[in-house]
């Protein structure tokens, strides 16, 4: 599939003729696509800057988390974490070394966010709406 996307350049309403062999058959048949723009509404996608003030059994984790601004607090290991209206269910784990993770349900999708020391500063690509 990847390949056959790879063919289908050009603007909007561009149409493409793909010759296609099926099965090993010695006919072939023609493909026409028309290329569109399709864009995924986000629930999230940005880049996360968060901070945690405290440790895994009681504190504080704010920053940005794409375009929004967080305040989430931990009590034991669970974080009560509201997103654009959303409940989430996370937890932040000790990996070691002064390190954390924020892991859990993030809009129908489990996420791992690995920081180094108290901080997670990355890239989050689109988790869809």
Aim: hydrophobic share 40%.
């Amino acid at each position: 599939m990847e390949t056959v996307v790879g063919y289908l350049r050009g603007d909007v309403g561009t149409r493409v003729v793909l010759n296609v062999y099926t099965g090993g058959a010695q006919q072939s048949r023609d493909v026409v696509a028309v290329r569109e723009y399709i864009e995924v509404p986000c629930f999230i996608e940005g880049f996360v800057d968060l901070r945690l003030q405290g440790d895994d059994r009681y504190g504080t984790i704010s920053g940005w988390v794409g375009s929004e601004y967080v305040n989430w607090y931990v009590d034991f290991g669970r974080v009560s974490a509201v997103f654009k209206g959303e409940r989430l269910d996370l937890q932040l784990r000790f990996r070691g070394a002064g390190n954390y993770d924020i892991t859990g349900w993030m809009h129908r999708q489990y996420m791992t966010w690995s920081g180094f020391g108290w901080r997670w500063n990355f890239y989050q690509a689109c988790i869809p709406d």
